[in-house]
């Protein structure tokens, strides 16, 4: 059956007043909602595009930039070439004739020469020869060596002779002399020096220290000589001074 609409409209309200909301209620949601409204942030304000600036292209590379590097591959090419002469330089040499060995440093001859006389002192074998008198050394060592050592005597000195040996020193055999100062004992060992040989050329004593030993050593007439001793600095260099004055050349 088609209601009226006055009919339609009243029951439209009668409806609406049975579901109505508690007493209150529509206020307090309302307050809510307005709450909720005002607590929002605001819409965020749209920021400024960003600024593009134009990057300008690369300029090309100027003749300056690529002259140094060109002038570091002629400097390899010119180090290259260098090397190589030196080392046909080197070739030649080696081949134009032998190399003679390097003789021992002065402070491994020293070090060689130290242990030499600590050895003789050890093993209780300082003569060969024993004797005092020169003339009796010196011919001791004919045949035994290539050379023959210049032997004197030092006792009215202080420093008597007291015989002489074979030793090994410098790569080849030496005469060493033995000589005293009271209870000490001096070693002097004495062979042909290659740089003075055939030159006459003299050096005079030099002197150091090795393991609390004294150590004198000269060059005279185309004979080294290394004087080895526990004396004091002062005696064996007058034994020295003695020692190369007597020996000494003597003139025309």
């Not at 030196?86 to 390097?102: F, K, Q, Y």
Request: glycine share 10%; no cysteine; charged share 15%.
């Amino acid at each position: 059956m088609a209601m009226s609409d006055d009919e339609l409209g009243m029951l439209i309200r009668r409806q609406a007043a049975r579901h109505a909301p508690p007493g209150g209620l529509a206020q307090r949601i309302g307050r809510a909602v307005r709450a909720e409204a005002g607590a929002m942030p605001a819409a965020p304000v749209p920021l400024p595009a960003p600024v593009r600036v134009p990057v300008a292209s690369p300029a090309p590379a100027s003749a300056a930039s690529v002259l140094p590097k060109r002038r570091g591959w002629w400097h390899g090419l010119a180090w290259f070439g260098t090397g190589a002469a030196t080392a046909w330089g080197l070739a030649l040499v080696l081949l134009a004739g032998p190399v003679s060995p390097l003789a021992p440093s002065s402070d491994a001859l020293a070090e060689a020469v130290t242990g030499n006389h600590v050895r003789s002192l050890m093993a209780a074998h300082l003569a060969d020869v024993a004797s005092t008198d020169q003339h009796t050394v010196k011919p001791w060592f004919a045949g035994k060596l290539d050379f023959s050592p210049p032997v004197v005597d030092l006792a009215d000195e202080g420093f008597p002779l007291a015989g002489g040996r074979l030793d090994y020193l410098d790569g080849r055999t030496v005469a060493a002399l033995v000589y005293r100062a009271g209870p000490h004992v001096i070693n002097l060992f004495v062979w042909p020096a290659a740089e003075a040989k055939g030159t006459g050329k003299a050096m005079p004593p030099v002197f150091s220290t090795r393991q609390g030993y004294q150590l004198a050593h000269w060059t005279q007439g185309g004979m080294q000589a290394w004087a080895v001793s526990d004396l004091n600095a002062a005696e064996l260099r007058n034994f020295a001074a003695l020692l190369h004055a007597r020996t000494a050349p003597r003139a025309p």
